[in-house]
């Protein structure tokens, strides 16, 4: 059941979408009805949603089903976690033979939405962890979105697709140098309770 | 600003709660006025809350949250990261002088609640990260929850009082053998679509 550690990659996306909307229903099936998911394996529960696939398509498809929610104009939040490399995990659940073209990106670039995110990296099994999350700490300041430091997290306030930019790589470069990494994220976008 | 690893044992919880409804507002409001946060430190902004303090009362805080909120009937979710041991962690904003009464058992026993939660635990800095995670999913299965597997995450489905009491002993006994440990979960109560 378990592969090699760090032979298989394979990325995983475990969220939930909340739409703090009596019409959670309708939002979320209208999102998944205009977000193409056929690159990526997934499998939804009363909890949550998992994707799995290739590290462009995951992301792809996160960000698609946020903006698409987002859209919509409701106070909707998406929380999760992606993973890569767990020691764990096994072959199953992923479509790893797709191109790398990724599905969404044409539709979702016209989508201008604001957003707060908060996110942790968890680089695995390694005593220095702490050196490769501020790397990345660091990095992320670069980019088109603002950071602050809070308790546990790093947050990023921007445009969706720059704070998807710097989550996308973060992640991926921090999965160069450690096999097992995991980064968990809070998104919200549209709250009344504007920071 | 960093403490030594391990000398701090202020356990945080960085958490978003999310009711699927147009009255999200009154539902967060009446639930926060029902729980007693006295004995923690509290910050909430747009995308998520966080408090901090002594592991009980953080559990005891968290747990009384969810309940009440999904006490309403509504469709409730609630997703966070447990955390304790963080390299990068302050001293400040924790209540660690409290006494370890907790302050919402009494009023929150009362409310019987059926939810699922999905969990995981990230023991940092060691190689053999697994094998404690391992030996904690195994502990679980002796409690009054149903255990399933899912990819990245253990899930937990029976009464709200009993997937708490398996989070909190999970997470105790494994931060008694990793400093740095953290642990998220997703709850979610009266959802539509029954398991």
Redesign the interface.
Known sequence: MRNNCGTSRIV?C?F?L?????N??DIILSTLSEVDTSKVWK?T????T?I?GKMIHVFDVAKAIFLHAANTGE?V?M?G?F?IG????TEA?AYMDETDTPLNEEKAKSILQIA???F?L?P????D??DK?YEQINLSKHRNVTVTS????T?LDGDVHDIFNALHESFKLVQEKVSHV?M?F???AN?????
Chains 1, 2 share one sequence.
């Open positions: 995983g475990q939930s909340h739409p703090m909307s009596d959670f229903v499998e529960d009363d909890v949550s998992c799995r106070h939040a929380n976690t993973s767990c020691p764990g995990d659940d707060g995110c908060k942790s968890y695995m099994g390694h005593e962890y702490m999350i809070t308790h546990y997290a947050r995991t968990t809070s998104l919200s709250s009344p309770t504007t920071k």
